[in-house]
């Protein structure tokens, strides 16, 4: 498994090993072992799974109490896939950067706690896997409007996106609750 930290260098990119043939291929998405190897001792206690399909952008979410890490990945089609710094505390502070994520690559991204989330699918379909450091709170939630100028994210649009309505309804970051 290679780890390598990105812009922001808290998330990180995760490329498994992939064992591939003429049947197909085998890697491990999930290995405490080497996980923790790599320095990411990480306890899950969630699982989610989303299809979508092209257009559709959710987020930016995150949990202002019982902030999530998670660790996602595309199993079928594609996504641009975004986090963004929401630590007042840190130098990187309303920073955002952007990776895609797809079920060709098998590449997965490590989002710590403190930080939204959020993609956006650019095939015609995807299936989204992600794995949570704490459970889904509701009344914590919070979302990051995906379109403020503020955080620069170069969404690879194509008109206009596909959004629930409380993904409509995010705050800037101006009006954000944020983490210390």
Known sequence: ??????????????????????????????????????????????????????????????QIEHAQGKLVRAIAGEVFDVAVD???SSPRFGKSLAVTLSAANKHMLWIPPGF??????????????YKTTDFWYPEHERTLLWSDPVLRIAWPLAGEPTLAAKDAAGLPLASAATYP
């Open 1 to 62: 498994m290679k780890v390598t930290p990105l812009a922001l260098p808290e998330v990180l990119l995760i490329e498994p090993r992939v064992f591939g043939d003429e049947r197909g291929f085998f890697y491990e998405s999930w290995n405490r072992r080497t996980f923790e190897a790599a320095g990411l001792a990480l306890d899950f206690v969630q699982d989610n799974h989303s299809r979508s399909r092209r257009g559709v952008l959710r987020g930016l979410h995150y």
């Open 86 to 88: 929401l630590r007042r």
């Open 116 to 129: 939204a989330h959020g993609f956006m699918v650019v095939s015609d379909e995807a299936e989204f896997l």
